[in-house]
C-alpha cells in the first residue's frame, strides 16, 4: 500500500534537504517532548499493583519486548507511514481526518448542509467516482442520519479524550520530574513532592497568555538534550550492567511474558501504552511541520534514542529488581544526576505546553464547527499563525491539573488514567483511516479491514487492560470526556434546531417591502450588517426589527459566517456577494466562508474587507454575464465569488464625493477606466442625522469608474450604465463614511411545550445555561460594543 501517492491532497513542491533538515530540528519542541518524556513513568506504572511483589528477570525481558514492538507497531509504522498520509490540505488531527470524509461525501451534520447553502456546503466537496471500492460504505453513510450521527459522536469522543490529555499530560509529566528528588532525598515526604509539582504546574499555566513563540527557541534544544542525555544513560547502563538484554527484541519473549504473569501480564499493558503517549502529536501538528520532516525527526533522533533508553534501563532493572518504583533515576549515574534531573524537568515543561497548547487549537475547531459554546481566542503571535490562548479553558485546565496532582499524589494512579485517554484518541485514528482508505483514496474495503483489524485490535487489547485499571483513577478521564461531550453534543444540538427554526421562520423580502407604505419604513444614513445563519431569506430577526422600529439602513448587507470542512480559506474564495431584490433597494447578501483554523480578524479589517468585495461586485455586476442582470433577478439574486481587491486595503488618496457627483453629471458618451475614490475628506455636518451607533471610523480603499468620452458608443448605453454604477458606489461611499452599525440576534431558546423531558432538560437547562455563560458572540466576532444594535426574540424549538 502507498497512502501517500493516494492522497488527494495537494502535493507540495519537494523541499531542500536544509528546508526539512530546518523543520525537522523544530520540530523537536513542539511534536515529540511528551513522547519523549514517557520512560521516566512507563517502567514504574507497568511493574504496579500485584505485579511489583515478584519482579524477575524474565519479566523484566518481556516488558522490554512489548515497548519495543509497540514503539515499531504504533508510532513509527501507523502514524509515520500511514496516519500523516492522510492529511487535510496539510492539516492533521482528530477534525482533520473528519473534514477529510466530510469533503469526499456528505457525512457533515455542520449548519451548512441545506438545500439553500449550496454554495458553501459544496465548497471544495470532491465528487468521487462510483467504484465497487468506496461506493458502498460511502452511500450506506449517507444514506442513514443515525451513521452520521454516530460518526460525529466517535470524533467528538476522540476530540474529548484530547482535551483530557491536555489537563492529564502536565500532571504526569511534571509529577514525574519532580519524583526524582526522592532519589536524591529519600527521607522527602511526598508532600514536598506535589507541592512543588503544583508550584510549576501553576506557573506554566499562568505564563500562556504570553504564547510560545517568545520562548520557542528554547523548546526544540532542551528536548534534543533530554533525548541525547536520556540515550547515553542507556547506552551506559546497557555496557555496564546486562548487554544481553539485546536478546529481548524478539517477541518470543512477549509470548513467554504472558505465559508466565498470565492475568498480572495483561492488567500491565496498561502502564506499557504509555511509552506511545505523545504518538498522535505527529499526526495533530503536522500544520506546523511537513510530512517528511517529521518522519526525519522521529525514525533518525527520537525512535532509535527512546529505544536506547528503553534498553538500558531494562538492563539496570534486570539485575536491581527492587528498584523498578524509581528506575529510570535510579539508573542515572550520579555524577550526571544533578544535569539529567534539571533536563528532564524543563523536558517535561515542554511535553505540556505542547499538549496544552494542542487542546486550544482543537477547542477552537470545535467552536468554529458549531459543537462548542463561544469562547475568547487570543492569538498570541502576529508571525506564526496558529498559536492562540484560551483564557476559560487555561484556567478551567489549571483547576483540573491541580485537582488531579493533589487528588492522587502518585504518578502511578495518574497513568491509569492517563493511558485511557491516550489509546482511545488513537483507536478513533484508526477507525477514522480506515475509512479514509475506502472513501478517499478508493482503495479495497478488505485493505481498509486489515488495517483496522492489525492497530485495532492492538489498541483495543491496550484498551481492555486500561479499562480494568478505571477504579484505580481510570474513572477520571471517562468522567472528564462524558463532561466534555455532553456540552459539545448539546451545544451542537440547541443551535442546529435554533438554525431550522431560523429557516422555516423566515420571511421573503417581497413580503417585507410590501409593508413598507402601512409600517412608514424609512432609510437612514449609513450601513448595516444584518448578521444571520440563512444564505437565502431574511431572518425573523430583523422582521421583528422592523416592525419594532420601522427604519433601517440606506445600504444593507445581510451578513452570513458559515464554517466549511477545509483548514483554511483563501482570502479571494471567501466572500460570496449577491444583491437582495432589485438595484435600487440598495440590498445585498454576504456569505463569508471560514475554515475551521481561520481567523476572524478584527472588525475594521472585517469592515474594509466586506465593503471592498461589496464595491468590486458593483463593478463587475453590469458587465460579468454569470451575474444576472437586475431585470432577471430574483428576490434572492446568485452569489459571486468576490476577492480581487480583498488584499489592497491601504490609505486612502485621489477623489473626493464631490467630483464623483460632478463627473457623473457629464455628458456625452463614456468608457470605463479606474481611479481612487477619496473617502476620507467627506465630514458629517452638524444637521446630518445618524441615529444609529457609529463606532469608531475606519478607511476603506476601492476603485471608481471615471466617465470619459468615448466615440465608439454613440447610442448612449454604456454611459448610462456607467452612470447607474458611479451612483450606486457613491451611495456606498456616503453611506461607509455615515457609519457602520452591526445588528444581531439576542435569541432565548426554549423547547416547545410538547416536548419530551430529555428534551426539556437539555434545551431549557443545559443548553440555557452553556448560553448565559459563554462568551457572547459580537466579542467573539470581535464587533465593537458601541456599534452594536441586539434584538431580542425568543425561539420555541
Known amino acids: ?171 504526569i509529566s511534571v509529577m514525574s520530574a519532580i519524583s526524582g528528588i526522592s532519589v536524591a532525598a529519600p527521607h522527602l515526604h511526598q508532600n514536598v513532592v506535589v507541592i512543588v509539582s503544583c508550584c510549576i504546574l501553576v506557573l506554566l499555566f499562568a505564563l500562556q497568555h504570553i504564547g510560545t513563540r517568545r520562548i520557542s527557541f528554547l523548546f526544540a534544544p532542551v528536548v534534543l538534550a533530554w533525548l541525547l542525555c536520556n540515550c547515553s544513560v542507556g547506552v551506559y547502563n546497557l555496557i555496564a550492567y546486562n548487554p544481553g538484554i539485546i536478546r529481548a527484541l524478539s517477541p518470543y519473549y512477549i509470548y513467554k511474558f504472558f505465559k508466565v504473569s498470565k492475568k498480572d501480564g495483561w492488567i500491565s499493558l496498561g502502564g506499557v501504552l504509555l511509552c506511545i503517549t505523545g504518538s498522535e502529536a505527529m499526526y495533530a501538528d503536522l500544520g506546523h511541520f511537513s510530512r517528511r520532516s517529521i518522519k526525519v525527526a522521529f525514525t533518525c533522533v527520537v525512535y532509535p534514542s527512546l529505544t536506547l533508553g528503553y534498553i538500558g534501563q531494562a538492563a539496570y532493572l534486570s539485575k536491581n529488581l527492587s528498584h523498578v518504583d524509581h528506575g529510570f533515576f535510579r539508573s542515572i549515574p550520579k555524577p550526571v544526576f544533578w544535569p539529567v534531573f534539571v533536563i528532564g524537568t524543563l523536558a517535561s515543561v515542554v511535553g505540556s505546553q505542547a499538549v496544552i497548547s494542542a487542546t486550544f487549537s482543537i477547542i477552537k475547531q470545535c467552536q468554529a464547527l458549531g459543537c462548542f459554546p463561544w469562547v475568547k481566542v487570543v492569538h498570541t503571535s502576529h508571525a506564526i499563525y496558529g498559536q492562540i490562548y484560551i483564557p476559560e479553558i487555561n484556567w478551567i485546565m489549571l483547576v483540573l491539573s491541580l485537582s488531579v496532582t493533589v487528588g492522587f499524589q502518585n504518578t502511578i494512579d495518574i497513568g491509569n488514567a492517563y493511558g485511557i485517554a491516550v489509546i482511545v484518541v488513537m483507536l478513533v485514528t484508526t477507525f477514522l483511516t480506515a475509512l479514509v482508505i475506502v472513501i478517499v483514496w478508493q482503495r479495497s474495503i478488505m485493505l481498509a479491514f486489515i488495517f483496522f483489524l492489525i492497530f485495532g485490535s492492538i489498541e483495543a487489547f491496550y484498551l481492555s487492560s486500561a479499562l480494568f485499571k478505571v477504579p484505580q483513577g481510570g474513572w477520571v478521564p471517562l468522567v472528564l470526556a462524558g463532561i466534555v461531550m455532553t456540552i459539545m453534543y448539546i451545544w451542537h444540538y440547541g443551535t442546529t434546531l435554533k438554525y431550522k427554526f431560523d429557516i422555516q421562520n423566515k420571511v421573503s423580502m417581497k413580503w417585507l417591502l410590501t409593508l413598507g407604505p402601512s409600517l412608514g419604513i424609512v432609510r437612514v444614513p449609513g450601513i448595516g450588517l444584518i448578521y444571520t445563519e440563512l444564505v437565502t431569506g431574511v431572518p425573523a430577526i430583523f422582521s421583528h426589527f422592523v416592525t419594532n422600529l420601522p427604519a433601517f439602513h440606506q445600504i444593507l448587507v445581510f451578513v452570513c459566517m458559515k464554517s466549511v470542512p477545509v483548514p483554511y480559506v483563501p482570502p479571494n474564495e471567501r466572500y460570496l456577494i449577491g444583491r437582495v431584490g432589485p438595484k435600487d433597494f440598495r440590498m445585498y447578501r454576504c456569505v463569508v466562508r471560514y475554515g475551521y483554523k481561520d481567523s476572524t480578524g478584527d472588525d475594521t479589517e472585517f469592515e474594509n474587507q466586506v465593503i471592498s468585495n461589496l464595491a468590486e461586485f458593483i463593478k463587475t455586476e453590469s458587465s460579468a454575464p454569470w451575474i444576472p442582470s437586475s431585470s432577471e433577478m430574483s428576490v434572492d439574486g446568485r452569489m459571486a465569488v468576490m476577492g480581487t481587491l480583498a488584499g489592497s486595503i491601504t490609505s486612502i488618496t485621489s477623489l473626493s464625493v464631490n467630483s464623483l457627483s460632478e463627473s457623473a453629471c457629464s455628458e456625452g458618451p463614456a468608457r470605463m477606466t479606474p481611479t481612487t475614490l477619496n473617502t476620507d475628506s467627506w465630514e458629517p455636518s452638524e444637521n446630518t442625522a445618524i441615529p444609529f451607533p457609529t463606532g469608531r471610523r475606519k478607511q476603506v480603499q476601492f476603485d471608481v469608474p471615471v466617465i470619459q468620452s468615448d466615440d465608439s458608443d454613440a447610442n448612449g448605453e454604456g454611459n448610462a450604465t456607467d452612470l447607474e454604477v458611479r451612483k450606486e458606489l457613491g451611495d456606498l461611499i456616503r453611506a461607509k463614511e455615515a457609519g457602520v452599525s452591526y445588528v444581531m440576534g439576542h435569541s432565548y431558546v426554549r423547547a416547545v411545550k410538547n416536548s419530551s423531558w430529555l428534551k426539556r432538560v437539555a434545551i431549557d437547562f443545559i443548553f440555557k445555561f452553556l448560553r448565559s455563560n459563554c462568551r457572547e458572540p459580537s466579542m467573539a466576532l470581535h464587533i465593537p460594543h458601541m456599534s452594536l444594535i441586539e434584538v431580542g426574540m425568543v425561539y420555541c424549538v
Not at 491532497?9 to 525537522?24: D, E, F, G, I, N
Not at 457533515?108 to 465528487?127: F, M
Not at 451513521?147 to 490529555?165: A, K, P
Open 1 to 171: 500500500m502507498d497512502p501517500e501517492s493516494a492522497s488527494n491532497s495537494q502535493a507540495p513542491r519537494k523541499a531542500s534537504v536544509a528546508a526539512v533538515l530546518m523543520l525537522a530540528y523544530q520540530s523537536f519542541g513542539v511534536v515529540y517532548g511528551d513522547l519523549s518524556v514517557s520512560p521516566l513513568y512507563v517502567f514504574r506504572n507497568t511493574f504496579s499493583g500485584d505485579l511489583r511483589n515478584h519482579v524477575t528477570e524474565d519479566e523484566i525481558f518481556g516488558v522490554l519486548s512489548l515497548i519495543f514492538w509497540t514503539l515499531t507497531l504504533i508510532p513509527v509504522i501507523k502514524y509515520a507511514f500511514i496516519v500523516l498520509s492522510a492529511d487535510d490540505n496539510g492539516e492533521g488531527g482528530t477534525f482533520a481526518l473528519y473534514s477529510l470524509l466530510c469533503r469526499h461525501a456528505k457525512l457533515s451534520l455542520i449548519l451548512n448542509q441545506q438545500t439553500a447553502d449550496r454554495e458553501v456546503s459544496t465548497y471544495k466537496l470532491v465528487e468521487l467516482p462510483d467504484t465497487i471500492r468506496g461506493e458502498k460504505v460511502r452511500k450506506l453513510l449517507e444514506k442513514h442520519r443515525c451513521l452520521r450521527t454516530g460518526l460525529l459522536i466517535i470524533v467528538l469522543l476522540g476530540t474529548s479524550m484530547v482535551i483530557g490529555d491536555g489537563i492529564l499530560t502536565p500532571s
